[in-house]
T-cell receptor, first 113, second 110 residues
């Protein structure tokens, strides 16, 4: 079974802090994704990566950056957290292509105060 | 017009009933269609993955795609309280990222 893990289930940070969210997948998947999920807005793609050290902006990249130094690990960075970044953050991976079956992690609920 | 439309619900049905969940879409290039189930405070879990038109069955779940009408459905037979969750449809043309619906909240009443 594919397993996607995220470093924290719940996180509380202060405005202006730098925040790191980590995601690890154990199935040698090529593509990894970061989404945020908000009530009424659904899943919105922040960034994705189709290979090590490669990254592409999604629909809402502003205020975020990513890092993929190893194939199994994809990190989301909030450079200076703001209250409007309070959200559920979900990591996903696929083996083949951007349209492949996406396997999601359990999510990190981030609260910025 | 939004690319993918999905009624947010909530949809409440009695245990044992057949549930029908639906999405409409506007992009005729979509070929890959998915349904995800998401329990509260958890990540989405892939339920069904289909390519092009037709039906696919897996246990109590049937996914149906009608490309001529740009309409996809998920049917749940013999619904159980454990089926209570949010169901997300998703689709792609194969060359671009997946587009998700906003999800339908489903409550199965014991």
């Amino acid at each position: 079974d594919v397993k996607v893990t995220q470093s924290s289930r719940y996180l509380v940070k202060r405005t202006g802090e730098k925040v790191f969210l980590e995601c690890v997948q154990d199935m040698d998947h090529e593509n990894m994704f970061w989404y945020r999920q908000d009530p009424g807005l659904g899943l919105r793609l922040i960034y994705f990566s189709y290979d090590v050290k490669m990254k592409e902006k999604g629909d809402i990249p502003e205020g975020y950056s990513v890092s993929r130094e190893k194939k199994e690990r994809f990190s989301l960075i909030l450079e200076s957290a703001s209250t409007n970044q309070t959200s559920m953050y979900l990591c996903a991976s696929t083996l083949l292509g951007l349209a492949g079956e996406q396997y999601f992690g359990p999510g990190t609920r981030l609260t910025v105060t | 017009q939004k690319e993918v439309e999905q009624d947010p619900g909530p949809l409440s049905v009695p245990e044992g009933a057949i549930v029908s969940l639906n999405c409409t879409y506007s992009n005729s290039a979509f070929q890959y269609f998915m349904w995800y189930r998401q329990y509260s405070r958890k990540g989405p879990e892939l339920l069904m993955y289909t390519y092009s038109s037709g039906n696919k069955e897996d246990g109590r779940f049937t996914a149906q795609v009608d490309k001529s009408s740009k309409y996809i459905s998920l049917f749940i037979r013999d619904s159980q309280p454990s089926d209570s969750a949010t169901y997300l449809c998703a689709m792609s043309d194969g060359d671009d990222k997946i587009i998700f619906g906003k999800g339908t909240r489903l409550h199965i009443l014991p």
